[in-house]
C-alpha cells in the first residue's frame, strides 16, 4: 500500500486539498437540507470539491444544485441507490481521499486537512470515522464514547482507536481502500452497511480507526424514519449470513424470527430478510480468524 508522504508542519487546504480530497454527498428529495449543508461545506478554508450523488429525488434537487450551486459537481441516479449512491460518488471522484457528508451533516473547518495529512501519513490506514457533534449546541454525539471505548486499541494515528464501525455521514476514506474492498455492499442497499465496510476493511488489511480530532457536525431531522429500525434488523442478520460464522448467522436468524412474533418491525424484518438469503448464502466470504475475534470483541464490550 502505498500513499503520498505527509508534509509535516503544513495544513493541506485550498486549492492544494481540492487535488487530494473531494466531499461526497448522498441525497433523496431533501433539497432545503441540502442547501445547509451546501452553504457550509463550500465556506469551510479548506475549499474541498464537493460532489452531490442525487438519489432520483422528485423534488427538484438537481436542478436546484445545478442553478444555485453552480461550484457543486453533480451526478444524477436514475432510481434511488440507498447507500450505494456513496459506492456511485467514490467512482466519479479521482482523488485519493474522499469525505462523506449526508445531506443533514457537514465539517468542522480545518477537519478534512486533518484527515487528509493523517490518512497521507499512516498508509495502512484505510478509514477515519470522525467524532460527531450535534447541531445546534455542539452536544457530542453518544457514539463517540462508544468508539473511543473501543477494546481493540490504539490505532497507527496518534490519539486513535482501532473500531469495526462508523457512522456513514462522518467518515474519510482512502479511495483505493474503499474500491478495492467494493464500497458499500449491493446486498444491503441501507441501514447498518458501516459495520459491513468496516469488516471488508479490516479483512483486507486496512486499518479503520477513530480519530476525535476529525470533527464532524450533524443536524439529523426530528421527524420519525417510519421501517428504519426493521432495515437494521434485516441487515444486521444478513451480515452475520455474509461475513460471521454459521452458527452466529443460524442464531440471530433464530431469534429474529421468534422476537417476529411480538413485533410488528421484526416481521417486517424477517419477511424482507427470506428472499435475500439465497444470495447472502452465494456472496459468503466469512471474516479471517483476528477480524473474527475483534469483531467478538467488540460486541462483548458494554456499549
Known amino acids: 500500500m502505498h500513499a503520498p508522504a505527509s508534509r509535516p508542519g503544513r495544513t493541506a487546504e485550498g486549492p492544494d486539498l481540492r487535488d487530494r480530497l473531494g466531499v461526497v454527498i448522498a441525497t433523496r428529495d431533501r433539497r432545503d437540507r441540502l442547501a445547509r449543508t451546501l452553504e457550509r461545506l463550500l465556506a469551510l478554508p479548506e475549499q474541498p470539491r464537493v460532489l452531490v450523488v442525487d438519489n432520483a429525488s422528485q423534488d427538484g434537487t438537481a436542478e436546484f444544485v445545478r442553478d444555485s450551486f453552480p461550484g457543486v459537481e453533480l ?33 468542522e473547518p480545518h477537519a478534512l486537512a486533518t484527515a487528509v495529512d493523517l490518512l497521507a501519513s499512516r498508509p495502512a490506514t484505510g478509514l477515519l470515522a470522525a467524532a ?13 464514547t462508544v468508539l473511543a471505548g473501543s477494546p481493540l486499541g490504539p490505532g497507527a494515528v496518534a490519539r486513535s482507536r482501532k473500531v469495526l464501525g462508523f457512522l456513514g455521514c462522518a467518515a474519510v476514506a482512502r479511495r483505493r481502500a474503499f474500491l478495492d474492498v467494493g464500497g458499500y455492499h449491493p446486498l444491503l ?27 464532524a457536525r450533524h443536524a439529523p431531522g426530528a421527524a420519525p424514519r417510519p421501517g428504519r429500525r426493521a432495515l437494521v434488523r434485516r441487515n444486521e442478520v444478513l451480515i452475520a449470513w455474509l461475513r460471521r460464522p454459521l452458527r452466529t448467522a443460524a442464531h440471530r436468524t433464530t431469534a429474529l424470527c421468534a422476537a417476529a412474533v411480538r413485533d410488528h418491525q421484526d416481521r417486517r424484518a424477517v419477511l424482507a430478510l427470506l428472499p435475500r438469503l439465497p444470495r447472502a448464502l452465494l456472496l459468503r466470504r466469512p471474516l479471517p480468524p483476528d477480524v473474527e475475534e475483534a469483531a467478538r470483541l467488540v460486541e462483548a464490550t458494554p456499549a
Open 75 to 107: 451526478l444524477r441516479l436514475p432510481t434511488n441507490y440507498g447507500a450505494l449512491a456513496r459506492n456511485e460518488g467514490v467512482r466519479a471522484l479521482d482523488t485519493p481521499y474522499v469525505a462523506f457528508s449526508d445531506d443533514d451533516s457537514w465539517w
Open 189 to 215: 442497499f441501507f441501514g447498518a452497511e458501516e459495520t459491513l465496510l468496516a469488516y471488508d476493511l479490516a479483512a483486507a488489511g486496512w486499518e479503520v480507526v477513530h480519530c476525535p480530532e476529525v470533527v
Open 132 to 144: 460527531v457533534t450535534v447541531d445546534p449546541d455542539g452536544t457530542p454525539d453518544p457514539l463517540n
